[in-house]
């Protein structure tokens, strides 16, 4: 982790004196979870195509349970997956032979989209030993989300169970990408369910003439910086988290 010196003004909430952690590679972020863009620490998703970005994601996802978790953990860590071909596929690269559980959130059906066949209750999927739930990029399809929503639900709540959401785009809901009145579920999804969420760690770039980075690394504040050089400079800091539509065009502008 490469400690940064930044400029600070108290009253501007800008920095004077304060280190900015920010990583040097991806082996620095996998302590912890996270959300971070795969093609690179300066990229924005969309950068590389959705389909390598969700194989660099379940590289990482691998390492990070490598190191996350303790070896006694994963017999009783359960991986979802959005889909149950990726569960395969996972099974056959980076996943093989390991001993954690490997499920999905869906699995498309023809039947199901016209109302035929029956749909298995996520409850029904985990098992009593069942002690850490990961989320491997829910973000592909809406409907992936809402599969999260019930895993915690009937899963999760009033239970000692953890559950990681690695990678989910959430920001994509927070801002209201999918319009209320044709997705109202995943609107209450950013209402009730995400607010549940503590962002452990954080890393939004945008690019462009003001371009700059929204960062968190739990439990300290939000913080967007800019780089100067070979360095990342804290231009202002927040307990709470700021919309990205706020950081884009009046943080980092006004900056």
Known sequence: MRRLRASSDSRTSTSTEIDVEFPVD???????????????????S????????MNSS????????????????????????????????????VFEGVS?????????????????????????????TDEIFLVAYPYFNVDEM??????????????????????????????????PFFYPKIAALARNFLPKFETAYYIHNFKGRVGGTLF?????????LRKVGDKHVCIHQQETMPSLKEVALSILPSA
């Open 216 to 224: 968190r690394s739990y439990p300290g504040p939000w913080q967007v």
């Open 46 to 53: 969309g950068d590389d195509e959705g389909g390598i970005e």
């Open 58 to 93: 379940m590289t990482l996802i691998r390492e990070f349970c490598r190191r996350f978790l303790k070896p006694e953990e994963a017999t009783r860590t359960r991986i979802f997956f959005p889909e149950a071909k990726e569960v395969e596929f996972a099974k056959k690269t």
């Open 100 to 128: 954690f559980k490997m499920d999905y959130l869906t699995k498309p059906s023809l039947l199901e989209d016209f109302g035929f066949g029956t749909k298995v209750k996520m409850v029904k999927r985990v098992q009593p």
């Open 146 to 179: 809402l599969v999260v929503e019930e895993l915690y639900k009937d899963a999760v709540v009033h239970t000692d169970r953890k559950l990681i959401i690695f990678n989910g785009e959430l920001d994509r809901i927070r801002s209201g990408y999918y319009p």
């Open 26 to 44: 991806y082996s620095e972020l996998l302590e912890q979870e996270i959300e971070f863009p795969t093609a690179g620490l300066d990229s924005v």
